[in-house]
């Protein structure tokens, strides 16, 4: 994987190059790009870590609006990032990071996409985001089953806001090796 592109390039880099670092950063969705692309043309970052708090600022605007073009936009750019343990995953990165939870019996694996179903039934228009980050299959369950026994859904999306600029965090720090 090629890394970022130096941060102090972000001002002069094309539309298509500002997309592309989203999505290393996170997960290709039109929507942080419509959202984010106009402040990364107007923002000059400092470091790469910088520019993902400013995506967090963005998206924590976005879930505590009660408008519902913002919950539709905030859950699109929250479902852009690939179900756990789902067999096909697009993004290199994420079937890097989720290599582990493919691993173990076929029972922990149905029990994984049944979590999910019952996550999505719960949290509509959510899909469960977590930072993996070398956890086994089973924590990760739990930690699933935990928040949709809270069954908070605004909680949830700040979790999976938080989850999501953790991710990018330790991948602009990989990418950036």
């Given at each position: 994987?090629?890394?970022?592109?130096?941060?102090?390039?972000?001002?002069?880099?094309?539309?298509?190059?500002?997309?592309?670092?989203?999505?290393?950063?996170?997960?290709?969705?039109?929507?942080?790009?419509?959202?984010?692309?106009?402040?990364?043309?107007?923002?000059?970052?400092?470091?790469?870590?910088?520019?993902?708090?400013?995506?967090?600022?963005?998206?924590?605007?976005?879930?505590?609006?009660?408008?519902?073009?913002?919950?539709?936009?905030?859950?699109?750019?929250?479902?852009?990032?690939?179900?756990?343990?789902?067999?096909?995953?697009?993004?290199?990165?994420?079937?890097?990071?989720?290599?582990?939870?493919?691993?173990?019996?076929?029972?922990?694996?149905?029990?994984?996409?049944?979590?999910?179903?019952?996550?999505?039934?719960?949290?509509?228009?959510?899909?469960?985001?977590?930072?993996?980050?070398?956890?086994?299959?089973?924590?990760?369950m739990e930690n699933m089953r935990t928040r949709i026994d809270r069954g908070d859904i605004k909680a949830e999306r700040q979790e999976a806001i938080q989850a999501?600029?953790?991710?990018?965090?330790?991948?602009?720090?990989?990418?950036?090796?």
């Amino acid at each position: 994987m090629a890394p970022l592109p130096p941060i102090s390039n972000l001002p002069r880099a094309s539309d298509a190059e500002l997309t592309h670092v989203l999505d290393l950063l996170f997960e290709p969705a039109p929507p942080l790009h419509s959202l984010t692309l106009p402040v990364l043309r107007s923002t000059t970052f400092p470091s790469y870590s910088v520019l993902i708090t400013a995506v967090d600022t963005q998206l924590r605007a976005l879930a505590s609006s009660d408008a519902p073009e913002d919950v539709d936009r905030l859950s699109e750019i929250l479902c852009s990032h690939p179900r756990l343990g789902e067999k096909k995953v697009e993004s290199e990165q994420s079937r890097k990071e989720q290599a582990q939870l493919n691993q173990g019996g076929e029972e922990e694996t149905e029990k994984l996409a049944r979590l999910n179903r019952e996550y999505e039934d719960m949290f509509p228009g959510l899909r469960y985001v977590v930072f993996v980050n070398g956890r086994p299959r089973p924590a990760i369950m739990e930690n699933m089953r935990t928040r949709i026994d809270r069954g908070d859904i605004k909680a949830e999306r700040q979790e999976a806001i938080q989850a999501m600029c953790d991710i990018a965090l330790d991948r602009a720090t990989r990418l950036n090796g």
